[in-house]
């Protein structure tokens, strides 16, 4: 389907559903990928809501075969799961005409915090990617463009010195939210998952990234010279769970120099890897209770082909 069909696809599926304050399109069915076999794919989709709790009640009142049958009973007796590890809850394998639907629903105020301070990446790191803002507002374009600024930052300081590309940093951010994830741990993934989006996007990662540049790096003929003193003065900008996490395991902000590039690049890896296991453990058992056992496994079986066949 061309660009406008899928928006207005979209739009008239989320009408089907509770208020909404954005929606967030992602996922290979929105966005080109290098290797795309032109499969028909599930629609993958964000959606932020005033309250997460009410939402799905009136959701399950109205969409009562989008959940597992003791989805609403969970829901109701252990009000913390909403929030557990990710503050996000996936609906999965949801039906509209001929279409299948993927969406996750997310309070608007956890969705904006993620975006800011990487507490849990889980909403950052899909937003460092193309994504397609189908409904949106200044405050979310202000918190994306800032967590972009940031996986930029980050992605520059990760980049070794044979890596200095426009290819390799859009690969390292695009890979942000991918280290340390279970799924590629256990080849529940495409292992060329990354190499994918940043290839197939590479355009449109260009048109992101290039304006919000801020000096770090200069550009010619798709190569790049990293100003790494620049960076190293801007660490204190990192997102504040990161930054505070340095801080934790006594980074030196107080002599910031090259020497110290190395550590930093191994206290940032560290902590993007710890945070993307936890989520990405979390997530899936949080599925099971929502979705309920056979939607797990028939999305478990379609990503371990994906691993198998390099999908």
């Not at 996922?27 to 932020?48: E, F, V, W, Y």
Request: with cysteine.
């Amino acid at each position: 389907m061309e660009r406008k069909q899928v928006v207005n696809l979209i739009n008239e599926y989320v009408s089907t559903k509770p208020e909404v304050i954005n929606i967030i399109g992602y996922g290979s069915a929105i966005k080109k990928q290098a290797g795309d076999n032109n499969s028909k794919k599930q629609i993958d989709l964000i959606l932020s809501v005033k309250n997460q709790k009410e939402w799905h009640q009136k959701n399950y009142m109205q969409n009562p075969d989008d959940y597992s049958k003791c989805a609403i009973q969970l829901l109701n007796q252990f009000p913390n799961f909403y929030n557990w590890g990710t503050d996000i809850n996936y609906l999965a394998y949801l039906k509209y005409k001929d279409q299948s639907f993927k969406i996750g629903v997310i309070d608007y105020d956890k969705l904006i915090e993620d975006l800011v301070t990487w507490k849990n990446g889980y909403l950052a790191g899909r937003l460092q990617k193309a994504v397609e803002l189908i409904k949106s507002d200044k405050l979310l374009e202000k918190a994306i463009n800032l967590n972009r600024e940031n996986a930029l930052r980050v992605a520059l300081l990760l980049l070794k010195e044979d890596q200095y590309t426009l290819s390799h940093l859009y690969y390292k951010i695009c890979s942000l939210s991918y280290d340390g994830d279970i799924r590629m741990l256990f080849k529940m993934e495409n292992p060329n998952k990354v190499s994918n989006i940043a290839e197939g996007s590479f355009e449109e990662l260009h048109n992101i990234y290039s304006p919000i540049n801020n000096d770090y790096y200069d550009e010619c003929n798709q190569k790049i010279i990293i100003n790494h003193d620049l960076l190293m003065q801007d660490v204190s900008k990192l997102p504040t769970s990161l930054y505070y996490y340095l801080k934790k395991h006594n980074f030196d902000f107080n002599h910031l120099n090259k020497e110290q590039l190395t550590n930093l690049r191994g206290l940032i890896t560290e902590y993007i890897k710890i945070t993307n296991l936890k989520t990405s453990i979390i997530q899936p058992i949080k599925g099971i209770g929502i979705n309920g056992m056979e939607k797990t496994l028939q999305y478990s079986k379609h990503k371990f082909q994906k691993g198998k066949l390099n999908l």
